[in-house]
């Protein structure tokens, strides 16, 4: 094991040997920050793959039971509930069974949700000149029913026996499962999940708080290289896994280095949304717009952040320069 894996688990072991001390503070705060998580974890591993929402339609998509408008905002919703799912404890079965479960929650009623691929599919990069290359061939059609309960009977056994660490066996089988590409959509948002759901169940809980998908969203360029460059000499069984699980472990010490830093910055008895805004608006460089900190704070009602605004206004803290939707704030020292 490279030495480099080594002192990552280490530093790891000690996060989450701290972690029942962060969780056992302030409940309300913990409950803004699992609702943040969650809404960002659906835009976040969404928008990788392609699929937006409009911002506006974030509260009445994620936070309401509103009509959705079109076939985006389901997937978004889906992701959502697939979440619930894992958070809750509520996956039964084998994880290839489990993989099958969230698969059909995120695809909803499309014809395919659930159902392995019919057809043979590659891993295509679209290349900025308009070409494209493959980067990948994943197991064929014929062979995928077997590849995935291969992997999940292996990921169960390592798990049991203990033969590795637990959080390498997750790593690992996540890059095992992007390799075997199961289905004929949503195999990086399954994966996802199911690396979510893979950390909760062995002792890692700090990705209910803090948004996973989003630190893998803000480092895809390293998460798609390294992914490449694993998975090459995959289907000979002679690959190098170490560079995608070192990603994925120094990811997961992303997680919870945030997660403890959100939780240290509870100092004001004031409600914990009010909180947020005013450390979005503390940590903004330069001027600001309105739509920048409910980027910031996207479980934060838009009322709210103005109820805010307004009244750093009034105290002198921050000034606004424009009108309208041109408007900036900026904050004044």
């Known amino acids: 094991m490279p030495y ?121 990069e679209k290349l900025p000149g308009g070409g494209e290359r493959i980067r990948f061939v994943p197991v064929p059609v014929a062979e995928t029913p077997a590849a995935m309960t291969t992997w999940s009977e292996r990921l169960t056994d390592l798990l049991r026996d203990r033969k590795a660490p637990a959080l390498v066996c997750v790593a690992a089988a996540s890059l095992d499962l992007l390799c075997i590409h199961p289905f004929r959509d949503g195999n990086g948002r399954l994966a996802r999940l199911l690396l979510l759901e893979g950390l909760y169940t062995t002792g890692f809980e700090a990705g209910r708080y803090v948004s996973l998908e989003r630190l893998i969203e803000q480092s895809k360029d390293r998460y798609y290289e390294t992914l490449e460059s694993c998975s090459q000499d995959w289907h000979e069984g002679t690959h190098d896994a170490w560079p995608y699980i070192n990603y994925i472990l120094y990811t997961v010490r992303d997680l919870y280095r945030q997660f403890e830093e959100r939780l240290g910055e509870v100092k004001s008895p004031r409600g914990s949304k009010t909180q947020m805004v005013e450390d979005a608006v503390a940590n903004m460089q330069g001027p600001f717009r309105l739509a920048e900190l409910r980027e910031a704070c996207p479980s934060v009602s838009v009322d709210m952040v103005r109820k805010v605004v307004r009244r750093l206004q009034d105290e002198g803290q921050i000034a606004c320069e424009g009108r309208g939707h041109s408007a900036t704030w900026r904050k004044i020292n």
């Open 4 to 124: 480099y894996t080594v002192s990552l688990l280490e530093e790891l072991a000690e996060c989450k040997g701290r972690q029942a001390m962060y969780t056992r503070q302030s409940p309300h705060r913990l409950e803004v920050l699992r609702e943040s998580a969650v809404i960002e974890s659906a835009i976040a591993s969404n928008r990788m793959e392609g699929v937006e929402i409009d911002r506006s339609r974030v509260d009445a998509v994620l936070r309401g039971k509103a009509a959705l408008t079109d076939r985006n905002e389901e997937e978004v919703r889906n992701y959502q509930q697939a979440l619930g799912r894992i958070h809750g404890r509520e996956l039964d079965g084998s994880h290839e069974a489990q993989a099958v479960t969230l698969h059909r929650i995120l695809r909803g009623t499309h014809w395919d949700a659930g159902a392995y691929k019919e057809k043979n599919n590659e891993i295509i």
